[in-house]
């Protein structure tokens, strides 16, 4: 065996998940960005988590409000999710510059994406320092599912965005 650098291991774990972060912005705007960085924590209670840049504005929102929607990411939003992938909600208001169709969850006052097939409402439990990222440890409050939609992966790394098939 060769010894490779972390993004060659990312391609290699190819596909990756892909989540989309949606959180509330201090404006009061939605802000929404993509994640691969993401795993589940514990079945009971429900819990998960994720990890992004200490810059993040998704990271400061949820750090502040404590709450946030973690959704998968359908086929239509393949260029949206890249757009909001390389943009800061700090810089723009991602919704206003790519709009996409957005739907309600009883329960919470963040919006998600209508093509979603999983998401979940979170509760905020634990920020941990992680090198260059921060990881967000999170109560699951609830789950919501659309059997009708597809479910985006992360390919090459984080390069591509496609839908995964069993072989
Ligand atoms: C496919 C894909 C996966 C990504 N995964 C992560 C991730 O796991 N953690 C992270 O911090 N950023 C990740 N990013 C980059 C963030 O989405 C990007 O830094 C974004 O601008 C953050 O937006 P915000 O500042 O509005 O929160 C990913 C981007 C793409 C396109």
Redesign the pocket.
């Given at each position: 065996m060769k010894e490779i650098k972390f993004n060659e291991a990312a391609a290699i774990t190819s596909p990756?998940p892909?989540v989309l972060?949606c959180?509330e912005k201090e404006n009061g705007c939605l802000?929404?960005?993509?994640?691969?960085?993401?795993m589940y924590t514990s079945v009971n209670p429900p819990m998960l988590a994720?990890?992004?840049?200490k810059?993040?504005?998704?990271?400061?929102?949820i750090r502040r409000t404590g709450k946030a929607i973690i959704s998968t990411a359908g086929d239509s939003l393949k260029e949206a999710?890249?757009t909001?992938?390389?943009?800061?909600?700090?810089k723009i208001d991602?919704m206003t510059h790519t709009p996409i169709v957005l739907q309600s969850v009883e329960g919470s006052d963040i919006q998600f994406p209508e093509d979603t097939k999983l998401a979940f409402v979170v509760s905020l439990t634990k920020t941990i320092e992680a090198g260059d990222?921060y990881l967000y440890l999170c109560d699951i409050d609830k789950i919501v599912a659309d059997e009708t939609k597809e479910v985006l992966f992360?390919w090459n790394g984080?390069?591509k965005?496609a839908c995964a098939q069993q072989k």
């Amino acid at each position: 065996m060769k010894e490779i650098k972390f993004n060659e291991a990312a391609a290699i774990t190819s596909p990756n998940p892909l989540v989309l972060v949606c959180t509330e912005k201090e404006n009061g705007c939605l802000n929404i960005a993509p994640v691969s960085f993401f795993m589940y924590t514990s079945v009971n209670p429900p819990m998960l988590a994720f990890a992004m840049g200490k810059a993040s504005n998704s990271g400061e929102n949820i750090r502040r409000t404590g709450k946030a929607i973690i959704s998968t990411a359908g086929d239509s939003l393949k260029e949206a999710v890249m757009t909001y992938g390389s943009t800061s909600g700090r810089k723009i208001d991602k919704m206003t510059h790519t709009p996409i169709v957005l739907q309600s969850v009883e329960g919470s006052d963040i919006q998600f994406p209508e093509d979603t097939k999983l998401a979940f409402v979170v509760s905020l439990t634990k920020t941990i320092e992680a090198g260059d990222h921060y990881l967000y440890l999170c109560d699951i409050d609830k789950i919501v599912a659309d059997e009708t939609k597809e479910v985006l992966f992360a390919w090459n790394g984080y390069a591509k965005l496609a839908c995964a098939q069993q072989k």
